[in-house]
């Protein structure tokens, strides 16, 4: 059965950083892209990140590029999500996904960024 646990959201003051987790299970991390999608109140589900089956390849939203950065550790089968700089519009639910459109994905961690 695949579950996608996440971890490690919280609220935390703009310009602060969190690390957000997910272990995976029921399938190995290592045979798929990974990705880091997000849903702000009121708004459709945004992709954030993708990171592919080595993790040697790694693409980010406009809107986190260069604040970002997306991990695995595949011995560990978990993902990870490292955010710096954040912003208040980076408020949302974060999911790690299997797939792209969030079709196969965690129930979710609650960023919030706010003073």
């Known amino acids: 059965q695949v579950q996608l646990v996440e971890s490690g959201g919280g609220l935390v003051q703009p310009g602060g950083s969190l690390r957000l987790s997910c272990a995976a299970s029921g399938f190995a991390l290592y045979r798929y892209w990974m990705y880091w999608l997000r849903q702000a109140p009121g708004k459709e589900l945004e992709w954030v990140s993708s990171i592919s089956l080595g993790g040697d390849t790694d693409s980010y939203a406009d809107s986190v590029q260069g604040r970002f950065t997306v991990a695995k550790d595949n011995a560990k089968n978990t993902l990870y999500l490292y955010m710096n700089n954040l912003k208040p519009e980076d408020t949302a639910v974060y999911y790690c996904?299997?797939?792209?459109?969030?079709?196969?994905r965690g129930q979710g961690t609650q960023v919030t960024v706010s003073s």
């Open positions: 996904a299997r797939s792209r459109d969030g079709s196969i």
